[in-house]
């Protein structure tokens, strides 16, 4: 069964950096296309970040361009979002997610982590 | 790509069918032929859960009694006859291109 299992998370203040990591297991890691999408308290789903199968190709969410870095290692099957300049807006559950293709761009997304939290507070 | 939902609440019977409406303000049809619409369901507690891709196309596992249709700016997706197991939040969400952008849900409970 398909499994990625996020960690990283937890009380940051702000201004201060975190990095999310996302194990993967029972796929073959490097055929797909990975993302970071995130879910603020009692809120909806928005699309943070999106890195294709070698990640020769990213994407970010206009909110978190400039702060945020996505990457990823195939060696070890797993995908980071690294988080700079913490705003208490950034405040949410961030889900790793797999994509159904190698590509982010007419592929979409289909397997979901359990999120880790992130709660940016002074 | 804005993508609206509606209704937002959906009180439904158990046994009877249900509909939820989401348009996009661009095409997600591409010259392909594909439709770029996925469906989710995020159960209570739960991670969201794909339901339908491409607009109409059940994922591994999904019951029968759901079904997706629609194409460029219009999609709907449609539960038979709803189960108690059905309630939760559901959401439309393109993968057309980068901002992938999701609809502001539809809360489904049973009256």
């Known amino acids: 069964e398909v499994q990625l299992v996020e960690s990283g998370g937890g009380l940051v203040q702000p201004g201060r950096s975190l990095r999310l990591s996302c194990a993967a297991s029972?796929?073959?890691?490097?055929?797909?296309?990975m993302y970071w999408v995130r879910q603020a308290p009692g809120r909806g789903l928005e699309w943070v970040s999106s890195i294709d199968w070698n990640g020769g190709s990213i994407a970010y969410a206009d909110s978190v361009k400039g702060r945020f870095a996505i990457s990823r290692d195939n060696a070890k099957n797993s995908q980071y979002l690294q988080m700079n300049s913490l705003r208490a807006e950034d405040t949410a559950l961030y889900y790793c997610?797999?994509?159904?293709?190698?590509?982010?761009?007419?592929?979409?997304?289909?397997?979901w982590g359990r999120g880790t939290p992130v709660t940016v507070s002074s | 790509i804005v993508m609206t939902q509606s209704p937002l609440s959906l009180p439904v019977t158990p046994g009877e069918p249900a509909s939820i409406s989401c348009r996009s303000s661009?095409?997600?049809?591409?010259?392909?032929?594909?439709?770029?619409l996925d469906w989710y369901l995020q159960k209570p507690g739960q991670s969201p859960q794909l339901l339908i891709y491409?607009?109409?196309n059940r994922a591994s596992g999904v019951p029968d009694r759901f079904s997706g249709s629609g194409s460029g700016t219009d999609f709907t997706l449609k539960i038979s006859r709803v189960e108690a197991e059905d309630v939760g939040i559901y959401y439309c969400?393109?993968?057309?291109?980068?901002?992938?952008?999701f609809g502001p849900g539809t809360k489904v409970d049973i009256k």
């Open positions: 491409l607009g109409s």
């Open positions: 029972a796929f073959t890691f490097d055929d797909y296309a």
């Open positions: 661009q095409s997600l049809l591409h010259s392909n032929g594909n439709n770029y």
């Open positions: 969400v393109h993968a057309l291109k980068n901002p992938f952008t």
């Open positions: 997610v797999k994509g159904r293709g190698p590509y982010f761009d007419h592929y979409g997304m289909d397997v």
